[in-house]
């Protein structure tokens, strides 16, 4: 069965530091794009960032210079570094993956989806 997890989520304070994984198994198609996805109360899911298969990473302008994604093919996970932790990163975060390659920060073009992992930041 095709699965995403995620894991690495917590409280952390403000300026802070968290490294979300997430792992992938059971897909029987390489999978191509990579992307991490983020959901606050009350607020659309929105992209924050994404990772080709050889590694080209992609960000949103909001969380550029403190978000670091990464990805080993070999071991089927994505990882997302966040640093100085804001109280605005605090939301729900989501792995998603498809099997095109190009990268999109587009909902909807992922058919594969993670539970998501809860991020909260105090101030």
């Known amino acids: 069965q095709e699965q995403l997890v995620e894991s690495g989520g917590g409280s952390e304070q403000a300026g802070g530091s968290l490294t979300l994984s997430c792992a992938a198994s059971?897909?029987?198609?390489?999978?191509?794009?990579m992307g991490w996805f983020r959901q606050a109360p009350g607020k659309e899911r929105e992209g924050v960032a994404t990772?080709?298969?050889?590694?080209?990473?992609g960000y949103a302008d909001s969380v550029k210079g403190r978000f670091v994604v990464s990805r080993d093919n070999a071991k089927d996970i994505m990882s997302l570094r966040i640093d100085y932790l804001k109280p605005e990163d605090t939301a729900m975060y989501y792995c998603?993956?498809?099997?095109?390659?190009?990268?999109?920060?587009?909902?909807?073009?992922?058919?594969?989806w993670g539970r998501g992992t809860q991020v909260t930041v105090s101030s």
């Open positions: 059971g897909f029987t198609q390489r999978l191509g794009c």
């Open positions: 998603a993956a498809r099997s095109y390659s190009a990268c999109s920060m587009i909902v909807d073009s992922y058919p594969f």
């Open positions: 990772i080709d298969r050889i590694g080209r990473p």
